[in-house]
Every structure is written in C-alpha cells, then in structure tokens.
C-alpha cells in the first residue's frame, strides 16, 4: 500500500515535487533534509561513501510527509532538538535500526514505524543500504495542542522523551 506513497496521486498519476527528487550530492540531500526534517548528522557506515538519495516531500497542513532513502547504509544521530520536531519514521523497503535507550536497538521492518520527539530527546539510527521510509515531521507545538484539545492538559516529559516501534507483528524479545 506505501510503495507508490508520495509517488502517485489516487489517481495514478504522477506527483509533481517542487524539488529535485534524486542526487548524489551530500549538500543537496542535507540542504533538502534540514528543511524537511531539521537538522542532524549523517554518516555512511558502509564502504560506499557517496548517496544514491530519493526525496519526495508533501506538505499536509503543518506536518510533512516524506518519503526518503540514502541508497546507501547510514548513520543519523544529533538531531536539532531547537527545530521543534517529532518525528514518525515509518519503513517501507529495507530495515532501519533505532536506538530505544542506550542499550537496546529496535529494528523496523516493511510497514513498521518508530516514534521519537526530537524536541526532547536525541534520536540514533542505523539505515541498511536497502532502506527507503514513508516519514511524518510533526512540530512538537502541534503534539502539544492535540494534547490540550483532546485530554484537556499536557502530558509531562515522560511521554515526550519515550521512544518506540509500533505496528508490523510481535517479535520474540521486543518491545
């Protein structure tokens, strides 16, 4: 249901991105990714150094969507927590490798997700070269008034600074 997501309207035609969708260029990808995500740092782990990227990004009122993929294994740590910005990273090819806490990792296959507010917590995770992940960045301001609005208070740090994988099926010593 993902794979053609940010690809193709309900239609079947194609999206037309006000962006350039491919590069190979580390700039390009940071410029694109600082502005769609926020700022972080990236590093291949592989022995290919240089991108094979896809960017393709929407706007839905104030959150973005994106779909995105280095091409090749990576590194994402030191995420801006001054951007504001949660973010749910959701694989659709490959497999992506969160930091939970500092000693357990959750991996997240084709249809799971992982939640983390970068606004108040740092965020690592591990790309293989084979990943490519249907995205939401959400200003935490955003999070906070759905709070206000639907509970009628704002919950404390202990939920913004959980993170956690969720959907797919159940695996034997997760979470």
């Known amino acids: 249901m993902l794979k053609d997501a940010l690809i193709y309207d309900a239609r079947g035609n194609p999206i037309r991105q006000h962006h350039?969708?491919?590069?190979?260029?580390?700039?390009?990808?940071?410029?694109?990714?600082?502005?769609?995500?926020?700022?972080?740092?990236?590093?291949?782990?592989?022995?290919?150094?240089t991108p094979a990227s896809t960017m393709h990004s929407a706007r839905v009122g104030r959150i973005?969507?994106?779909?995105?993929?280095?091409?090749?294994?990576?590194?994402?740590?030191?995420w801006s927590e001054d951007a504001g910005n949660a973010v749910v990273l959701t694989t659709i090819a490959g497999n992506a490798r969160h930091a939970a806490t500092a000693r357990q990792f959750e991996d997240t296959g084709i249809g799971e997700s992982f939640v983390a507010d970068c606004s108040r917590i740092d965020h690592l995770i591990d790309f293989d070269p084979d990943h490519l992940q249907l995205n939401l960045t959400i200003p935490h301001a955003v999070l906070e008034q759905?709070?206000?609005?639907?509970?009628g208070f704002v919950p404390g740090d202990a939920l913004w600074q959980h993170k956690c994988r969720i959907g797919g099926r159940a695996r034997p010593g997760s979470r």
């Open 20 to 49: 350039k969708v491919n590069s190979r260029d580390w700039d390009e990808i940071r410029d694109w990714s600082n502005r769609v995500y926020m700022p972080y740092r990236v590093a291949p782990t592989g022995a290919a150094a």
């Open 64 to 78: 973005i969507v994106t779909r995105f993929a280095y091409g090749i294994p990576v590194r994402v740590q030191d």
């Open 146 to 151: 759905a709070c206000r609005d639907w509970l």
